[in-house]
């Protein structure tokens, strides 16, 4: 039977990379973020493919969360696919300067987010004994680098929460895994550095991850046979060897 994902953060980068490669393999899709026209272009698009349904809300306002599944039609109420990827870093600062509202919105965003969108659907993943969780994690989740400090503590805590999820959902057989990559070629670095021309650099002098390279991965995890969970894998670059060495021929 079609199965139906739930995709949070896909006007942009892994989100919507995964969107397009779910697509292509005729899985139903629900589609969210905050920009509400790049989610109208892009169901214009995959509609060719698939049902679409999207939904613009703030991953970080819990009402706004319950509120929109809340309000899906029938057709798209049962969700067999979780993907909790909406994200991103705030800033890149020593702990001493960090930048009250850049935590905020990791913490908020980062790990409340991925919590209230999640306390929506688990229920009906529950009732039914069924279901998949994959959440967006980072190799930041798995080693923190300097200044990475809050943004490394919110993707600990992804980590931390998909091992719970894993532990209190086993008895009902529902699939909870993280991938966690490392440098992605996408709109982070833009949104990390707020439109500072630091952020072209980034993935200057090597081959940064693509995000059709994670959309892959992500697919691979959900087309598992029944008794196969991914329950966690972390993605490099070639040229990355961990989150601070990275070759790179400048
Ligand atoms: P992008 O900036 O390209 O995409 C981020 C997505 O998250 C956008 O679709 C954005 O949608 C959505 N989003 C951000 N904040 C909110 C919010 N408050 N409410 C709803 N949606 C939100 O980055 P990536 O694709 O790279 O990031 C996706 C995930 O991958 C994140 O969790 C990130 O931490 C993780 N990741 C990224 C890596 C990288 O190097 N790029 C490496 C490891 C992990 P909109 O703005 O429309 O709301
Ligand atoms: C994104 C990868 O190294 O910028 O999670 O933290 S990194």
Known sequence: MKKTAFITGATSGIGLATANEFAKHNIKLIL??????????????LEKKTEVFTLTFDVADKNAVSEAISSLPNDFK?????????GNAHGLDPIESGNIEDWDAMMD??????????????????????????????????EVYPKGNVYCGSKHAVLAITEGMRIDLNPYGIKVGAVNPG?????????????????????????????????????????????????DILVFCTAQANSTIVKKDL
């Open 109 to 142: 965003i980062n790990v409340k987010g991925l919590l209230y969108v999640s306390k929506a659907i688990i229920p009906q993943m529950v009732a039914r004994k069924s279901g998949q969780i994959i959440n967006i994690g980072s190799s930041a989740g798995k």
């Open 183 to 231: 440098l992605v070629e996408t709109e982070f670095s833009k949104v990390r550095f707020k439109g500072d021309a630091i952020a072209d650099t980034v993935y200057k002098g090597y081959k940064a991850l693509q995000a059709v390279d994670i959309a892959e991965i992500i697919y691979f995890a959900v087309s598992r046979p029944p008794h196969v969970n991914i329950a």
């Open 78 to 86: 049962h969700i067999d696919i979780l993907i909790n990827n909406a």
């Open 32 to 45: 969210c973020g905050r920009r509400k026209e790049r989610l109208e272009a892009l169901k214009n698009q």
